[in-house]
């Protein structure tokens, strides 16, 4: 007979246990387990070119232009659909990318050790909030920033991380969340955090002072330059618990803008998905709900660590740009109590008195209590190439969790 709750505890364990470390930057195809010259990986669970969503399909001809594998939009568009390029998800590969979450191989990618376990994970470079690839988005001026990030930002980046001997992601996670921070769409402590620690190291490694003094700014004047890498470090703490037998606890939650799915660690590598919801938001003017695509992006990778719209009573101001009101940050994170096995030993909130962060989402507790996990996120546009158009709360969908919970009784006899 298994246990259910020893295997939780385990897996929780091993979550909290995790001390992921930024320590280089490499060639996604050098570093990214199965990745070759004619696969892009995108965020959520498997999706076909057909079932693609608007800002998927934009990224996805943004990364063929910046590639050299396709001469302009229609071009790109013609070989993606052609079955000449793999797609796969990000959660498949040891990585995790926010959005559309498109890694092409040539990119330079963050390289997250879990130096506890030895588990390695990736992400790339984030671009800043607009019009950015992450949201569809692929107009030059799209493709120049990303052209400087890997000739100029990534190259400075990785010999200061190599430099320093990396940062260490868990202390970033663990001072932010006592900065105002929850560790997904608000970042601005972390990124603070993150740069102030590089920038004397940029300034001796770069090549001149005008390299460190671009590179500095470039990660100054992002408040989301740390998401990527805190997204690839939970990713390692949740990889630390996967393929318990008898766990309950959920390792992966990701969206692809046309499905949201889930893994869980006593299930093993099967995606349980469902429709992905219409994100509940505060839109950019000019814009309104029939202009948004569905969900969308692997970043919900931190609220199944335990943070993000977890820790949102951590993040009071981030009701400025989701709506709301600052109480209804912390009754999203009373609510994930209820779903979860746990409570993090590194990650507090002040304003709970300092009590830990809601961690390891367990299937059976949602559906009991038909509660489901709740997420902060930007929203894309539903059209390739036009790029962010808000933020807001989203609540997965029951059906992920009720299949897998079927699925788990099956398997386990229960």
């Not at 199965?34 to 696969?39: F, I, R, T, V």
């Not at 921070?181 to 001796?204: T, V, Y």
């Not at 546009?381 to 808000?390: E, F, L, M, S, T």
């Amino acid at each position: 007979m298994i246990d259910i709750n020893k295997a939780n505890a385990y897996v929780v364990e091993r979550f909290m246990e995790a001390r992921p470390v930024a320590t280089t930057m490499a060639k996604a195809i050098e570093v990214v387990p199965g990745l070759h010259e004619n696969m892009l990986l995108h965020a959520g669970p498997p999706v076909t070119w057909e079932r693609m969503s608007g800002p998927m399909r934009g990224a996805m001809i943004g990364a063929l232009l910046f590639e050299g594998k396709a001469k302009n939009p229609e071009e790109a568009e013609k070989l993606l659909a052609s079955g000449k390029i793999d797609f796969a998800p990000c959660n498949d590969h040891m990585a995790s990318g926010p959005m559309a979450g498109v890694i092409s191989p040539s990119q330079l990618v963050y390289v997250i050790e879990n130096q506890t376990h030895g588990i390695k994970c990736f992400s790339n470079m984030n671009e800043g909030r607009g019009n950015v690839l992450r949201m569809g988005a692929y107009k030059e001026e799209v493709l120049n920033k990303l052209r400087l990030m890997e000739s100029v930002v990534g190259p400075t980046v990785k010999s200061a991380l190599e430099a320093m001997g990396g940062i260490d992601i868990r202390m970033i996670i663990s001072k932010s969340l006592h900065m105002g921070d929850d560790g997904h769409n608000r970042e601005d402590a972390a990124s603070i955090l993150w740069s102030i620690q590089m920038a004397p190291i940029i300034a001796k490694v770069a090549k001149d002072t005008q390299t460190a003094h671009d590179v500095i700014k470039f990660l100054g004047e992002n408040p989301l330059t740390m998401l990527n890498p805190i997204m690839a470090g939970c990713k390692t703490m949740t990889a630390a618990g996967d393929n318990v037998e008898g766990s309950t606890i959920v390792t992966v939650m990701a969206r692809n803008g046309t499905d949201f799915g889930i893994k869980v660690s006593g299930l093993g590598n099967q995606w349980f998905t469902a429709q992905a919801p219409i994100v509940k938001a505060l839109y950019f003017p000019g814009f309104k709900e029939s202009d948004a695509c569905r969900d969308i992006g692997d970043s919900t990778i931190t609220e199944t660590a335990g943070i993000g719209g977890f820790a949102m009573a951590a993040a009071p101001a981030l009701v400025t740009f989701i709506g709301g009101v600052p109480r209804d940050a912390t009754n999203t994170t009373l609510d994930m109590y209820e779903i979860t096995f746990a409570e993090h030993k590194q990650f507090t909130i002040p304003a709970l008195d300092f009590r830990g962060t809601p961690t390891g989402i367990d299937i059976l507790k949602v559906v009991e209590k038909q509660i489901t996990p709740r997420v902060n996120t930007g929203v894309a546009h539903k059209d390739p190439g036009v790029g962010q158009v808000g933020g807001g709360v989203v609540s997965a969908p029951m059906k992920c969790f009720e299949d897998a919970v079927t699925a788990f009784a099956e398997k386990y006899g229960l």
